[in-house]
């Protein structure tokens, strides 16, 4: 039996599962809800405010994190959701699904890299 | 030997244990768009500050609100659901299940208590 | 003064039926009488013709398996007393090919439990013929070695019903069960069942599985500790080169 190349896969999945379990939920609120309707103040997330996050070094891991990561997982979750409704998923829907997570951990990498 | 298969169309409708397990699932969709979201900000940070004011009233439309208040529930049942399973994926202890779920539940309100209090209180640019 | 329930069984004769077809039955009952017994009953009074498997009447034999109402039991353990007045639905347990009425074809589970190798395998064994064995040794494969296999979890598992080459709960929580035990040497022989796509891999955890185990196995937990050891070995392989 041939073996499987899942566990790379799963590994990520598993560490965007975790990531998202447990400030997933915090995230969406304050980014999503809370900043945008004021019940946080709207200067939390004011341009200079973001822009100094995402020049400090833990900063960009932090963002770079939580893309990639939450990417990766969802993601991963969403081709096998495909093989739940019946659909037949294949090697092609394998990479198309894993390699939009890679593409988008690229973009933010390379967009943190651009911001200097 | 002749039998008789049965087909799987709809498998998941015949048992609300399905169902739950099909919505834990669907989270997925939120986690995927709402990193999609960070990343279109990300993109426009880099644009200059305009752009990125664009992208900050762009989540207080109707729409957005509408995304993160269904989102929310989403994220939150997955939460839930990853640490109610984790006594299942961890390597063996004797440790009861109980303990395992309600360790991880507890280290999650603790990160979103840091998180906010960071984020409201201290700002995440004093970080070093 | 005893009552009725209705109970309705899901019919199929192959040399008679093109697909199957619910048949009801009317069956007096007491509180004491389990499913299988109303199943007696039909087949002593009511309709010689129904076939169904059963042997123990005390759920270790593992051959009573069916879907009562739509959730996989086993039917010695089940009462009608829940169910009443009905109708109680009773079906042959789902994902796998129906032979005749509830009995159903479970060829597809044996070849599989032959290939997770089921036995001890230790070319060392200790003076006197005798393994010892600490209790903590025993609790770590204890749970999985209480598998009777009834098949209720392949029953509940989708992942079997959508991919019949999925090697499913039972067959890995036996592996896992020789390979948490002390006594054994064969993990190495038993890994290229775990780490292929339709051996650990196929699982995604719905976790209805240890769900409906009537002797509280767990499958889900022995499936999802060897997600773990399958991907220490796929990272760790080159090391052992």
Not at chain 1, 17 to 36: E, K, Q
Not at chain 3, 188 to 205: I, P, S, Y
Request: glycine share 8%; charged share 20%.
């Amino acid at each position: 039996m041939k073996r499987s190349n899942k566990p790379v896969f799963w590994a990520l999945f598993g560490a965007g599962g975790m990531l998202s379990a447990l400030i997933g939920p915090m995230l969406v609120f304050i980014t999503g809800i809370a900043v945008p309707l004021d019940l946080l103040s709207r200067e939390t997330m004011r341009y200079e405010r973001v822009l100094a996050l995402a020049q400090n070094g833990f900063g960009k891991l932090a963002i770079v994190a939580v893309i990639s990561l939450f990417l990766f997982h969802g993601c991963h979750r969403m081709y096998h959701c495909l093989h739940d409704f019946g659909i037949h998923v294949g090697a092609g829907l394998k990479a198309a699904f894993h390699g939009f997570a890679a593409a988008g951990t690229l973009a933010a990498a390379y967009l943190l890299f651009l911001i200097g | 030997m002749k039998t008789y298969r049965r087909p799987m169309a709809g498998w998941w409708k015949r048992n609300p244990y399905y169902l739950w397990y099909m919505l834990r699932e669907a989270s997925c969709v939120f986690i995927t768009v709402y990193a999609l979201i960070l990343l279109w900000g990300l993109m426009r940070l880099t644009q200059g500050e305009w752009r990125f004011e664009d992208w900050l009233e762009s989540l207080a439309t109707p729409k957005s609100i509408a995304f993160h208040a269904a989102a929310l529930p989403f994220v939150l049942y997955h939460a839930w659901t990853w640490f109610k399973v984790m006594p299942k994926t961890l390597p063996y202890s004797r440790t009861p299940a109980g303990v395992i779920v309600a360790s991880g539940i507890t280290a999650s309100v603790l990160c979103s208590a840091a998180l906010f209090v960071a984020v409201w209180w201290f700002g995440l640019w004093s970080l070093p | 003064m005893s009552r009725t329930i209705a109970i309705e069984v899901l019919r199929y004769g192959p040399e008679t039926d093109a697909a199957p077809r619910w048949q009801r039955y009317d069956v007096p009952f007491t509180d004491e009488m389990s499913v299988l017994e109303g199943l007696q009953y039909i087949k002593d009074h009511l309709d010689g013709s129904l076939t169904f498997r059963w042997s123990c009447r005390m759920a270790i034999c593992g051959s009573c398996g069916a879907l009562v109402n739509g959730t996989p039991k086993l039917s010695c353990e089940t009462f009608l007393r829940d169910y009443f007045p009905g109708p109680l639905r009773i079906e042959a347990l789902s994902h796998f090919p129906i032979v005749r009425d509830l009995a159903i074809d479970q060829g597809d589970f044996l070849k599989k439990l032959e290939a997770v190798k089921p036995y001890l395998i230790n070319p060392d064994v200790p003076a006197g013929n005798t393994f010892v064995q600490t209790p903590e040794e025993m609790d770590r494969y204890y749970q999985y070695s209480q598998c009777i296999n009834c098949l209720l979890c392949y029953a509940a598992c989708p992942q079997y019903g959508l991919n019949e080459k999925f090697t499913g709960p039972a067959a890995l929580a036996l592996l896992h069960r020789y390979n948490a035990d002390s006594r054994d040497a064969g993990k190495a022989q038993r890994m290229e069942v775990v780490n292929a796509e339709d051996g650990v891999w196929g699982c995604t955890l719905v976790g209805y599985c240890s769900e409906v185990c009537p002797k509280g196995v767990d499958p889900a937990r022995a499936v999802n500790q060897n997600k773990i050891e399958s991907t220490k070995d796929y990272f760790l392989r080159f090391l052992k080169k």
